[in-house]
C-alpha cells in the first residue's frame, strides 16, 4: 500500500490542524494506520493509530484529548485532526500502515509497521 501524508503548514500556537493520509495500492480495510512525528534531534514518537474499520483507536497519553483519529474507508484516508497546537508539536508527521487484525501494543512502535509514507511538515509558532 502507499501512503501520502499531507495538510502540514505553519499555524500559531493555539491553532488546529488538520492531517489527511490518503492511501492507494492494496485494500485500504486490510491495514491499521498510525501516525508518528519526530521533531528535529528527536526520535520518531508515536502519536495515535486506528483500527482496520475504525472501530478502536490509541493515542499517546500525552496526545489524548488533543488529538482525534478517524478514517474512511470508503475514500482510502485517515485524519489526524489536532487542536490547541504548541510549538512542542512541531515535527514531521508521518502515517504507516501495518497489516494486523486489530490494534493493541504493537500499534505504537514504528518497528512494527510495514508502510511508511513521505511526511508532512508540521509548524507551530509561538
Known amino acids: 500500500v502507499q501512503l501520502q501524508a499531507s495538510g502540514g503548514g505553519l499555524v500559531q500556537a493555539g491553532d488546529s490542524l488538520r492531517l489527511s493520509c490518503a492511501a492507494s495500492?492494496?485494500?485500504?480495510?486490510?491495514?491499521?494506520i498510525g501516525w508518528f512525528r519526530q521533531a528535529p534531534g528527536k526520535v520518531r514518537e508515536f502519536v495515535a493509530a486506528?483500527?482496520?474499520?475504525?472501530?478502536?483507536?490509541v493515542y499517546a497519553d500525552h496526545l489524548q484529548g488533543r488529538f482525534t483519529i478517524s478514517r474512511d474507508n470508503a475514500k482510502n484516508t485517515v485524519t489526524l485532526q489536532m487542536y490547541s497546537l504548541t510549538p512542542e508539536d512541531t515535527a514531521v508527521y508521518y502515517c504507516?500502515?501495518?497489516?494486523?487484525?486489530?490494534?493493541?501494543?504493537?500499534?505504537?512502535?514504528?518497528?512494527?509497521?510495514?508502510?511508511w509514507g513521505q511526511g508532512t511538515q508540521v509548524t507551530v509558532s509561538s
Open positions: 495500492g492494496r485494500p485500504f480495510g486490510n491495514y491499521n
Open positions: 504507516a500502515a501495518q497489516r494486523r487484525d486489530r490494534i493493541g501494543p504493537g500499534s505504537v512502535r514504528s518497528e512494527d509497521y510495514d508502510y
Open positions: 486506528v483500527s482496520r474499520f475504525g472501530s478502536s483507536a
